[in-house]
């Protein structure tokens, strides 16, 4: 269409479900700054601009007062109030599509932790992930030795103290440090993530999937929780 490409931004691995991605963001501040002089933005399909049709809407139309439009290369549509209800269409199909991803994406690691499995990345302090051949790879929690002795020592001197002399979490940090039982990653240990260490049920056998919610980071409701075997 006689357009002028004048710069690219890219999300790879992203979510489109929400404006919390950095080549988005530089997209839209380079857009809207009057030096650059553009005049639309092109993407594959109306899903890789926003997956959510009230974001997607307010963007738009943040972007049309500064005069630039949005154009689905592979979705375009025409000019005026027409064009903008097939658009608006589009962008509810693309929220619609996303919910309903995320909806059978959770119930199968649902499914999944209720048979023992983890779904994590990144094992708990003093764990490490082992997968399982087969047809289908299982990944399950095992303890991690080395880094198992640092849970059991952080307990013992927590409840017994050392020496004698009991620690709270401030002093208790320091010993760890100082005798070089350190994190994952050779770390130092910092009072916040002692006491997260010293409040994690998964060190008795209580380890849950489903606990919190993704965006949020709130804790869900008791019953949601899926305790892994």
């Known amino acids: ?51 959510d049709a009230v974001g997607a809407r307010v963007y738009k139309e943040r972007l049309k007062r500064h005069g630039v439009q949005v154009i689905a290369i592979t979705q375009e549509v025409s000019e005026g ?7 608006m269409i589009f962008e509810a199909i693309d929220q619609y599509e996303s919910r309903m991803n995320g909806f059978h994406t959770l119930r199968g690691m649902k499914e999944n932790a209720r048979q023992g499995n983890f779904n994590g990345s990144h094992a708990p302090f003093g764990y490490r992930v082992e997968t399982l051949s087969g047809d289908k790879p299982k990944r399950r929690l095992v303890v991690d030795p080395v880094e198992a002795e640092v849970v059991r020592l952080l307990f013992r001197a927590y409840v017994d103290g050392i020496d004698g002399k009991r620690l709270g979490t401030k002093a208790l940090t320091e010993y ?54």
Not at 4 to 22: H, K, M, P, Q, Y
Not at 29 to 45: F, G, N, P
Not at 81 to 86: A, C, D, F, Q, T
Request: contains cysteine; hydrophobic residues 30%.
């Open 1 to 51: 269409n006689k357009h002028e490409i004048v710069e690219r931004f890219c999300d790879r691995g992203a979510s489109a479900t929400d404006d919390n991605r950095l080549g988005f963001q530089e997209m839209i501040s380079y857009a809207l700054d009057k030096s650059s002089d553009v005049e639309a933005i092109l993407v594959l399909t109306t899903s890789r601009f926003f997956r």
């Open 81 to 87: 109030p027409s064009g903008e209800l097939v658009e």
């Open 176 to 229: 760890l440090n100082e005798n070089g039982h350190l994190s994952r990653g050779d770390r130092p240990w910092t009072k916040m993530r002692v006491q997260e260490r010293l409040a994690d049920t998964t060190y008795v056998g209580e380890c849950y999937f489903n606990r919190f919610d993704n965006k949020s980071k709130r804790e869900k409701p008791r019953d949601e929780w899926i305790p892994i075997p």
